[in-house]
């Protein structure tokens, strides 16, 4: 079969000599690369960038030093040494333990479907356990930076150097290897095999909830300027891109008694929903307000819980006929409701409002930058309500010039989430308990401003109760498909509505 150039990560000849061995074992390797960052102490002599090493440690290996493993300048150094049919990049610095025929059945697999890039399950060994990895297809709404191909891609070489050609216009730290395979997707497919070719040591073993929100930690925050840039210049070229135009609205439709509503959508929380209630009552504002509590069937006490309110006139509590309502279908119950007021605002019964203004000031952002929809700025807590890292997000990667654009990249826009009623009305919010939300900001911010509140109005508990707390990989990538298809199909409605207006 046709050969291929190997380049991996290097940190000394001990970290790469089992990943190297595994490789040229497979027969396949014309010459592997060791990717050297500054400041790395070489174990071995006689590494000359470019030139294959005599010593007897990595025989047939050769150094390229990098400034960064992912860097633009990364991809361009592999792609002027990328002179074999295939390129495979391996990003971990764990030994790699490669399947039986496995690069083999890579290589086949890229040839019948001629694909730009494919990427495989895997296994992963985690505490010393072997489990299995699975991956999930790409699609074009694939355009989370942190998307999972595994740490093995492998590209057809012609394909890699087109798409480092393109790469003129930044210089990238981090997102060069993102920048690549935006402009790869352009016109190759990026290929997922759905079989276990590999293993791989996985050396973050945080819960999915503490993963969670990496991306607004504020540590990441010159990373996630460079994704946003590389994902900005791919809408733009795509035509997907969405200038800060935005339909004005007006606050006059409908009839409403209340100018405001929290919305509770609450299934068997019974240690938090009076917390919840609670941080509603005690609201102060100049105008009229309830609060719509939708109990989707509870069997824990939450229900004679939530009747502990009932003198109070501004709960309505409903229990829904239907019993196939996720979190989005009790949203629309409570929404479409005759007492719905306005604005209806998100209120997650997990969590509670900051202080007694909150829903004042949510309010008030319609009204001060006329938009469709208002996110606050919420900060991390304990059960017991202490602040946790990463502590206050605050979603400051939202401008009112290119939010409604990386909102197609990023995983969520903040809470709390408020929506004018009327609009919400007419969109609905899809029945399901994940994304739904996210669903809802994508779509309104394809033509209403979205309106940001950056100071601390909503504490954001994370127990082991939260519902996203602790996912198997199973239901992470369900959840990371279904947001991914919601990207495709908003990126098809933008990039339909602008060839209308060009039209």
Same mark, same amino acid.
């Given at each position: 079969?046709?050969?291929?150039?190997?380049?991996?990560?290097?940190?000394?000849?001990?970290?790469?000599?089992?990943?190297?061995?595994?490789?040229?074992?497979?027969?396949?390797?014309?010459?592997?690369? !060791?990717?050297?960052?500054?400041?790395?102490? +070489? /174990? %071995?002599?006689?590494?000359? @960038?470019? #030139?294959?090493?005599?010593? =007897? *440690?990595?025989?047939?290996?050769?150094?390229?030093?990098?400034?960064?493993?992912?860097?633009?300048?990364?991809?361009?150094?592999?792609?002027?040494?990328?002179?074999?049919?295939?390129?495979?990049?391996?990003?971990?610095?764990?030994?790699?333990?490669?399947?039986?025929?496995?690069?083999?059945?890579?290589?086949?697999?890229?040839?019948?479907?001629?694909?730009?890039?494919?990427?495989?399950?895997?296994?992963?060994?985690?505490?010393?356990?072997?489990?299995?990895?699975?991956?999930?297809?790409?699609?074009?709404?694939?355009?989370?930076?942190?998307?999972?191909?595994?740490?093995?891609?492998?590209?057809?070489?012609?394909?890699?150097?087109?798409?480092?050609?393109?790469?003129?216009?930044?210089?990238?730290?981090?997102?060069?290897?993102?920048? !690549?395979?935006?402009?790869?997707?352009?016109? +190759? /497919? %990026?290929?997922?095999?759905? @079989?276990? #070719?590999?293993?791989?040591? =996985? *050396?973050?073993?945080?819960?999915?909830?503490?993963?969670?929100?990496?991306?607004?930690?504020?540590?990441?925050?010159?990373?996630?300027?460079?994704?946003?840039?590389?994902?900005?210049?791919?809408?733009?070229?795509?035509?997907?891109?969405?200038?800060?135009?935005?339909?004005?609205?007006?606050?006059?439709?409908?009839?409403?008694?209340?100018?405001?509503?929290?919305?509770?959508?609450?299934?068997?929380?019974?240690?938090?929903?009076?917390?919840?209630?609670?941080?509603?009552?005690?609201?102060?504002?100049?105008?009229?307000?309830?609060?719509?509590?939708?109990?989707?069937?509870?069997?824990?006490?939450?229900?004679?819980?939530?009747?502990?309110?009932?003198?109070?006139?501004?709960?309505?509590?409903?229990?829904?006929?239907?019993?196939?309502?996720?979190?989005?279908?009790?949203?629309?119950?409570?929404?479409?409701?005759?007492?719905?007021?306005?604005?209806?605002?998100?209120?997650?019964?997990?969590?509670?409002?900051?202080?007694?203004?909150?829903?004042?000031?949510?309010?008030?952002?319609?009204?001060?930058?006329?938009?469709?929809?208002?996110?606050?700025?919420?900060?991390?807590?304990?059960?017991?309500?202490?602040?946790?890292?990463?502590?206050?997000?605050?979603?400051?990667?939202?401008?009112?010039?290119?939010?409604?654009?990386?909102?197609?990249?990023?995983?969520?826009?903040?809470?709390?989430?408020?929506?004018?009623?009327?609009?919400?009305?007419?969109?609905?919010?899809?029945?399901?308990?994940?994304?739904?939300?996210?669903?809802?900001?994508?779509?309104?911010?394809?033509?209403?401003?979205?309106?940001?509140?950056?100071?601390?109005?909503?504490?954001?508990?994370?127990?082991?109760?939260?519902?996203?707390?602790?996912?198997?990989?199973?239901?992470?990538?369900?959840?990371?498909?279904?947001?991914?298809?919601?990207?495709?199909?908003?990126?098809?409605?933008?990039?339909?509505?602008?060839?209308?207006?060009?039209?």
């Amino acid at each position: 079969m046709n050969k291929m150039n190997c380049f991996i990560p290097f940190a000394g000849a001990a970290q790469a000599k089992k990943t190297v061995k595994s490789l040229q074992e497979t027969g396949l390797v014309e010459r592997i690369y !060791l990717l050297a960052l500054p400041g790395v102490e +070489e /174990s %071995l002599s006689g590494l000359v @960038e470019g #030139l294959p090493d005599v010593a =007897e *440690d990595l025989p047939g290996c050769s150094t390229l030093h990098v400034p960064s493993l992912f860097s633009t300048a990364a991809m361009r150094e592999i792609a002027e040494h990328a002179d074999a049919e295939y390129t495979l990049l391996y990003t971990k610095y764990t030994t790699l333990e490669l399947g039986q025929f496995a690069l083999e059945r890579m290589m086949r697999i890229a040839a019948d479907s001629g694909a730009g890039m494919v990427y495989a399950d895997r296994y992963q060994m985690k505490a010393g356990e072997r489990i299995q990895a699975p991956l999930i297809d790409y699609q074009p709404g694939s355009l989370r930076d942190d998307f999972d191909f595994g740490s093995v891609l492998l590209f057809r070489s012609d394909a890699f150097r087109e798409a480092a050609a393109r790469m003129q216009k930044s210089e990238y730290q981090f997102a060069g290897i993102y920048d !690549l395979r935006l402009k790869l997707s352009r016109w +190759e /497919s %990026l290929v997922h095999i759905n @079989e276990y #070719l590999y293993c791989e040591v =996985e *050396d973050d073993t945080r819960k999915s909830g503490e993963k969670l929100f990496d991306y607004v930690d504020p540590r990441n925050r010159d990373r996630q300027i460079e994704m946003e840039a590389a994902c900005t210049e791919h809408l733009k070229a795509i035509g997907g891109y969405l200038a800060p135009d935005f339909e004005p609205v007006c606050f006059s439709s409908g009839d409403f008694e209340y100018e405001a509503s929290v919305i509770i959508p609450v299934r068997n929380r019974i240690r938090t929903v009076r917390d919840a209630i609670r941080s509603v009552l005690k609201q102060k504002t100049d105008f009229k307000f309830n609060l719509i509590v939708i109990d989707n069937h509870s069997t824990d006490g939450t229900t004679e819980a939530i009747d502990e309110f009932g003198d109070d006139e501004r709960l309505v509590h409903l229990i829904p006929e239907r019993t196939n309502l996720g979190i989005g279908g009790c949203w629309n119950l409570g929404v479409h409701h005759p007492k719905c007021g306005k604005f209806a605002v998100q209120l997650d019964s997990d969590d509670v409002y900051k202080d007694e203004n909150t829903l004042s000031v949510m309010v008030r952002a319609f009204y001060e930058q006329n938009c469709a929809m208002v996110v606050g700025t919420y900060m991390m807590t304990d059960f017991n309500m202490n602040m946790i890292a990463p502590g206050i997000i605050d979603h400051k990667e939202w401008t009112p010039e290119n939010g409604r654009n990386n909102a197609l990249r990023i995983n969520g826009l903040g809470a709390p989430r408020a929506f004018y009623t009327p609009l919400l009305r007419e969109v609905k919010v899809p029945n399901t308990s994940y994304g739904e939300d996210y669903a809802l900001g994508l779509a309104f911010s394809r033509r209403y401003r979205i309106g940001r509140v950056y100071d601390v109005v909503y504490l954001c508990r994370r127990w082991e109760g939260n519902s996203d707390a602790a996912l198997d990989i199973v239901k992470t990538n369900s959840n990371n498909l279904y947001k991914d298809r919601i990207r495709t199909w908003e990126l098809q409605a933008r990039i339909a509505m602008n060839r209308k207006k060009q039209s």
